[in-house]
């Protein structure tokens, strides 16, 4: 059953954009959107104090903010954000893909980062209201999605190490089609030796801005070296492998099982790992979540047992590996082209998120029109 829309009573104002942009425009920003450079007529905003608590809901124009230099997010860093995309599906509807999770995962960033946590049916009213507003800038074009961008700052004005006591939650949209440029059939990876993500303790399973902030370095060390991407190791041994500076990461062997690195307050909790977790499953696959070292990496990768990895999140979906460089030198997994395990998980997850195939988990949150 499709999953059911908020029922928040909490007040919206809609304040219509007085200047969309024209449909002629839109559709020619919408031939070819790229990643996170088109956007939408609307935002959503809501305010939050600890004497008024979560007021001031509202559906606006998008437009730039003016903030005080003195606010407390530039410069004690207390942000938090979300990635989720909404889809036109195959019967001409719009669908959410899991957005519950994702508020969930919001609430949890708040807590690590000393925030208020956004109540569950808030999160869900905000995008779905801005979806609603704003549905003609999906793309009609194969992979196209609206991203949206979710996420909340420290907005008291005053200059000290404490908690703020005011807050501005946001939803952004963005016309979006394939994260990578060109839509390279495989990545590359460069595996990280000098920097390091995040470490016990640390906000490495938050989604904070810092955390990607963190990785840029290494991140421009992969570029130079000519990879797409960055893979972290972990910050006591360096040795065991995490995740990309923005995705996921699982492992295909030639037995037909699948592992992923174990969630250890240090890597993400991605919403497309887990999504990918239950499929696989439900398919028979024997998955494992555990450490896997990058010595074993780079050994099981030349003695053939590694066939396939892949990264994965919700910009990249499933985004297949070919090769991995360090300073020790390069190797490449299976033939270095997409693996059959990978499309497969890759296909099953976007049929359910296109409508195409049964949603067994209710994981489609269908929007009224």
Same mark, same amino acid.
């Given at each position: 059953m499709p999953a059911p829309a908020s029922?928040? @009573? %909490? *007040? &919206?104002?809609?304040? @219509?954009?007085?200047? @969309?942009? #024209?449909a002629n425009e839109r559709a020619k920003r919408l031939i070819d959107p790229g990643f996170g450079r088109v956007f939408t007529d609307h935002m959503a905003m809501i305010r939050y104090s600890e004497t008024e608590g979560w007021h001031d809901a509202r559906?606006?124009?998008r437009a730039p903010l003016t903030i005080d230099p003195a606010s407390s997010v530039l410069h004690y860093a207390q942000e938090i954000f979300e990635g989720m995309k909404a889809y036109r599906l195959a019967d001409g509807g719009t669908a959410l893909f899991r957005p519950e999770a994702n508020a969930r995962r919001f609430q949890d960033s708040a807590r690590r980062l000393a925030? =208020? #946590?956004? =109540? #569950? #049916?808030? %999160?869900? /009213?905000s995008v779905e209201r801005l979806v609603k507003a704003d549905a003609n800038w999906i793309p009609e074009s194969d992979g196209g999605a609206l991203y949206l961008r979710p996420f909340m700052f420290a907005s /008291?004005? &005053?200059l000290g190490v404490k908690p703020s006591a005011e807050y501005l939650y946001m939803v952004l949209a963005s016309s979006v089609g394939a994260y990578f440029k060109g839509g390279a059939p495989t990545v590359s990876i460069w595996v990280s030796q000098q920097y390091t993500r995040a470490a016990l303790g640390g906000t490495g399973a938050a989604k904070c801005?810092?955390?990607? *902030?963190?990785?840029?370095l290494a991140q421009s060390e992969a570029i130079r070296n000519g990879c797409d991407q960055v893979v972290f190791l972990d910050a006591a041994e360096r040795r065991w492998v995490e995740e990309l500076g923005g995705m996921n990461i699982f492992f295909v062997f030639d037995d037909g099982s699948m592992a992923t690195p174990a969630l250890t307050g240090t890597i993400l909790p991605g919403i497309t790992r887990d999504s990918i977790l239950t499929l696989a499953r439900a398919q028979g696959i024997e998955v494992r979540e555990e450490g896997y070292t990058i010595d074993q990496w780079r050994a099981d990768a030349a003695s053939g047992r590694l066939v396939e990895a892949f990264a994965c999140g919700t910009a990249a979906v499933v985004t297949p590996i070919g090769t991995v460089a360090s300073p020790e030198g390069r190797f490449t997994i299976g033939s270095g082209a997409p693996g059959t395990l990978t499309m497969r998980m890759r296909d099953a997850l976007v049929s359910i998120q296109r409508g195409t195939a049964p949603d067994a988990n209710n994981w489609l949150h269908h929007l009224a029109d």
């Open positions: 029922t928040s @009573p %909490f *007040a &919206f104002r809609h304040e @219509p954009n007085a200047t @969309p942009v #024209e559906i606006t124009a925030m =208020p #946590e956004l =109540p #569950e #049916e808030l %999160f869900l /009213e /008291e004005v &005053f801005g810092g955390n990607y *902030a963190a990785s840029l």
